[in-house]
């Protein structure tokens, strides 16, 4: 089956489907007698609850129910799920605000849900809620991250003390200052990563279908990792697991961001089970920059020490990181999971990291792409380029001596991470080939004539991927010799339908046509966790090739039995001997293993297997990213004129695929570097990039031709070689751009450029820099 | 008060009853439950829903669906042969791999025909600034705008 193997660009086999408007997405799933519901939102950022009356609402036309937080106590339902575990400076644990569905008398960001309506369509619901009596007293709010923990700001919750959820360190404090106080050169910058949201562009949406008679509820809804998530909602429900069936169709996209069981899932659950009817909800794209969680919002104290050769002495890095207004199991992880990427590619032997995680009066920050990986790259790449820049050397250059050779290979970094592999040098010097980096300076001075300001930049980065976990598979062969692969993964749009089909299609010989791929609907998936973190291919794909195998082996055995042989050859789904003409397919194998006289003694029958795999070890893509862009004097406009990438995620499974992961992920560092920011009025907490007319996403046209090239160097921490693809894209887009700007602006004196670097903002940069130049 | 409408979708007469505020996407998503035209903003920025309306382009999410009165309307699941064959649009959008979730892809899908239809032959740079009115979350739009490129090509061949 060479057509399909790993490693071939196999296109995916869920697009004719999709292509033909055949998707089947939440909002295109109706239920006979289905209501539709509608969330009153918070209008303040901070505000008690002074009168809440939904009595003339309740009479509304087309109303069937009006939930506060009086059903949702009643209803014996708990509140929803929040992250635990971490602590605080003097060892105490972390603040853990109970995390209500609907709020009872105070509400702490713009969006906090109050009320659900639910009538006979949307519209009925929509105009039901302007009937709710609500009252509100304002109270102070503070969103900006910066100003939370200082003394004095307004709390989120009155018993947490300057706002602080909890503080954790990595590195060796001690070795860290030592290595400061000896090193000859410091560069050190406050670096802000903005706020901004995953604006999938399917908004979340849930339908709740209670069934009183079986007593269970099913819940068709956006998520990642269906096991997981059944697991969160049965603990809000207060149900065991056996009671609740959760069911993913489509999922438009989600970068982590739908990964949570929000205020919604339950309350559609709970309007089913009170109206007996089913009960939809789907956002609304304005309403989703107010409900969804964002992701990101750092602002990060870095330094680095160097000695006057540019060597790499020490890293040392107070970080604060926004929590919102409450926590999600897993969003606190964003502050501490991926603190090691700030060690980089280098062999700097101190690093000091200490995160202080806060609540502000905003949405939850849920990981989006990278989690915490984007920033972190940010965070040492920038500090990078401002060293070259201090001691006037090359920034290939710089990163190149400071770079863990492969002969250092395994390598444990001053953060936590051991890197097993990685050939960083070939890497980066592939790259400076493909963009041709010795003849920018030419590019540069001929951008000046047309009134451009060019400037280049790079970025290396590395991050763990496929972190300790477990996934399921099964491989299920039917009576006609077809067959279904479940994996307890869940594609948001990166294909897994295609590369497990690829697996087992190569392996068993069974053209893909015939292979069934199902995900997502928790009465069928045995095991797993879900898709997260750069993990599916790493454990989502061993899982589905260890139940492969062990059909194959199973298969073989019958085959041998049924031949009358010892055993058997095999190749391309065919079984034979050389002792015998007579051959077998895998097909031929397959029915026949229904019956027992097909079978060695004591062998059950059937053709199917079923895989539970546990991943120890995580592993580290890693890649260079080279950006050339333009910025127009006049109006601060970016062009990128050019991009080039060269990843190494291990064995490439599928190139078609890959690319897709690494260009999707680099438009989403590149739109966070110059356009995208969720922006807070600092008075009255509004959020002021509600809409898609106020939060600028990236078009087609802000970005040229990308190219890449893989340089795959296999990992041995997985059977199939491959390290994570789903985040590496973002994570060194951030820091490229940001390198790219500051470059271009350099001859001006400017050494940062804040995200997002919108025209206006680079207009002030250059305008402020020639006024004091 | 509801109005009778009545307008051609994929070729076969439809009738419907309908509040008077109904965009042409609620018509032909819950009336019609043809699907595949999806919503993914309120502000007519993304494209998701774009459909053709006498072969012309449209966001059907800012057109009242009594605007369509009369009218021949072509949705994602027209677009295909009778027989099943892909149009060379949406062939082009699986080879190009122009499609990750598969949310914005019947808008861009359409959308990719207008531009085909307009301007064949257009180069990277046009056909990148014609998708202003379309987002993708996902791909980064390289594999949306070969598509677009590669079938317009084809189409332009053909015809």
Redesign the interface.
């Known amino acids: 089956m060479g057509e399909f193997a790993i490693g071939q660009p196999v296109p995916r086999f869920e697009d004719p489907r999709l292509l033909r408007g055949g998707g089947r997405y939440v909002d295109d799933m109706a239920f006979p007698g289905m209501l539709y519901g509608f969330v009153l939102r918070s209008p303040h950022a901070h505000a008690k609850i002074t009168r809440l009356d939904v009595t003339r609402a309740e009479a509304a036309p087309g109303v069937a129910a009006v939930l506060t937080w009086k059903d949702w106590a009643a209803s014996g339902y708990g509140d929803l799920p929040t992250a635990k575990g971490k602590t605080k400076r003097d060892g105490s644990p972390m603040y853990r605000p109970k995390f209500p569905a609907l709020v009872k008398d105070r509400v702490r960001y713009v969006g906090d849900p109050i009320a659900f309506i639910v009538a006979d369509t949307y519209h009925q619901a929509q105009d039901a809620a302007e009937l709710i009596d609500i009252d509100f007293e304002a109270l102070p709010a503070v969103t900006s991250l910066a100003d939370a923990s200082k003394p004095g700001a307004p709390l989120v919750h009155d018993d947490c003390e300057n706002n602080i959820c909890f503080i954790y360190t990595e590195g060796d404090k001690a070795k860290a200052d030592a290595a400061f106080t000896a090193a000859p050169i410091i560069v050190k910058k406050r670096f802000t990563i903005s706020r901004v949201t995953a604006a999938t562009m399917e908004t979340r949406g849930s339908i709740g279908v209670y069934d009183a008679a079986a007593d269970r509820y099913t819940c068709y809804t956006t998520l990642q990792r269906a096991l997981n998530f059944r697991e969160e909602l049965a603990q809000t429900l207060r149900v065991p697991e056996s009671k609740l069936r959760v069911v993913a169709g489509d999922i438009g996209g989600s970068f982590g961001m739908k990964s949570g069981v929000f205020n919604e899932v339950g309350l559609v659950l709970l309007g089913s089970k009170i109206t007996g009817r089913p009960v939809k909800w789907v956002c609304t794209r304005s309403e989703s920059f107010v409900a969804d969680a964002h992701g990101r919002d750092n602002v990060a104290d870095a330094e680095l020490a160097l000695d006057r050769s540019g060597k790499f002495l020490g890293l040392r890095v107070n970080n604060l990181v926004a929590m919102g207004a409450y926590t999600q199991p897993g969003t606190d992880s964003g502050a501490f999971s991926n603190v090691g990427t700030m060690a980089g590619v280098y062999t700097f032997p101190a690093g000091y990291v200490d995160v202080t995680a806060v609540y502000t009066h905003t949405n939850i920050i849920r990981p989006f792409r990278g989690n915490g990986r984007p920033e972190a790259a940010f965070v040492i790449e920038r500090l990078v380029d401002m060293a070259a820049d201090e001691i006037g050397m090359d920034a290939a250059e710089i990163r190149r001596i400071n770079m863990i050779p492969p002969q250092s290979m395994p390598y444990q970094t001053a953060l936590s991470f051991k890197y097993d592999n990685g050939e960083f040098e070939r890497v980066l010097d592939t790259s400076l080939e493909m963009i041709d980096y010795k003849g920018f300076e030419a590019r540069r001075a001929e951008a000046r004539q047309r009134g451009k300001l060019r400037g280049i930049g790079m970025s290396y980065t590395i991050e763990k991927a496929g972190a300790p976990g477990y996934e399921g598979a099964e491989v299920r062969f039917d009576r006609t010799g077809s067959l279904t692969v479940v994996c307890g993964a869940v594609t948001q749009g990166q294909g897994h339908e295609t590369v497990f089909k690829q697996i087992v299609s190569d392996t068993l010989g069974i053209h893909p046509d015939e292979i069934h791929y199902l995900q997502g609907d928790t009465d069928q998936v045995f095991f797993g966790e879900g898709t997260g973190g750069s993990r599916t291919s790493a454990l989502g794909g061993t899982a589905v090739m260890l139940a492969t195998n062990k059909v194959l082996d199973k298969a073989r055995k019958i085959a041998a039995h049924m031949l009358q042989v010892d055993q058997v050859d095999y190749a391309d789904g065919v079984f034979t001997n050389p002792k015998t003409n007579r051959s077998l397919t895998m097909k031929d194998v397959a029915k026949a293993s229904l019956h027992p006289k097909n079978l060695p003694q004591e062998m059950e029958v059937g053709l199917n297997a079923s895989a539970s795999h546990y991943a120890k070890v995580q592993n580290y893509p890693n890649g260079c990213h080279i950006v050339e862009l333009e910025i127009d004097e006049d109006t601060g406009q970016v062009e990128i004129e050019r991009y080039v990438v060269v990843d190494d995620v291990g064995t490439v499974l599928n190139p078609k695929l890959l690319k897709g992961q690494i260009i999707g992920g680099i438009s989403q560092g590149v739109g966070q570097m110059l356009m995208e920011e969720i922006r807070f009025d600092p008075d009255s907490g509004q959020n002021l990039t509600g809409s898609f007319m106020d939060y600028c996403m990236p078009h087609a046209e802000a970005f040229p031709h990308i190219d890449i090239k893989s340089h795959p160097v296999p990992t041995a921490t997985n059977p199939l070689g491959v390290k994570g693809a789903g985040e590496a894209g973002c994570v060194g887009a951030l820091p490229a751009v940001g390198n790219a700007l500051v470059d271009a602006l350099s001859h001006l004196g400017v050494r940062h450029v804040d995200m997002p670097a919108t025209p206006e903002r680079l207009w002030r940069v250059m305008d402020e820099a020639k006024r004091a130049g | 008060m509801d109005i009778d409408v009545k307008m051609t979708v994929n070729g076969k007469a439809v009738t419907g009853k309908v509040?008077p505020?109904t965009l042409l996407v609620q018509f032909i998503?819950e009336h019609l439950?043809?699907?595949?035209?999806?919503?993914?903003?309120?502000?007519t920025?993304?494209g998701?829903c774009v459909v053709h309306v006498d072969g012309v382009a449209m966001k059907s999410c800012t057109m009242l669906a009594v605007q369509a009165e009369g009218r021949s309307v072509t949705?994602?699941?027209g677009?295909?042969a009778a027989d099943g064959t892909?149009h060379p649009m949406?062939e082009a959008?699986?080879?190009h791999?122009g499609?990750?979730?598969?949310?914005?892809?019947?808008g861009m899908?359409m959308m990719g025909v207008d531009i085909a239809r307009r301007l064949p032959n257009a180069d990277?740079k046009t056909?990148?600034?014609q998708?202003?009115g379309?987002?993708?979350?996902?791909?980064?739009?390289?594999?949306?705008?070969e598509a677009i490129m590669d079938a317009s090509a084809k189409m332009a061949a053909k015809a």
């Open positions: 509040e505020r998503r439950r043809l699907t595949g035209t999806h919503v993914g903003c309120d502000t920025q993304c998701c949705t994602i699941e677009l295909a892909l949406q959008f699986r080879e791999h499609l990750q979730c598969g949310f914005c892809t019947p899908v990277e056909v990148r600034h998708l202003e379309n987002i993708c979350r996902c791909t980064g739009y390289q594999g949306i705008v």
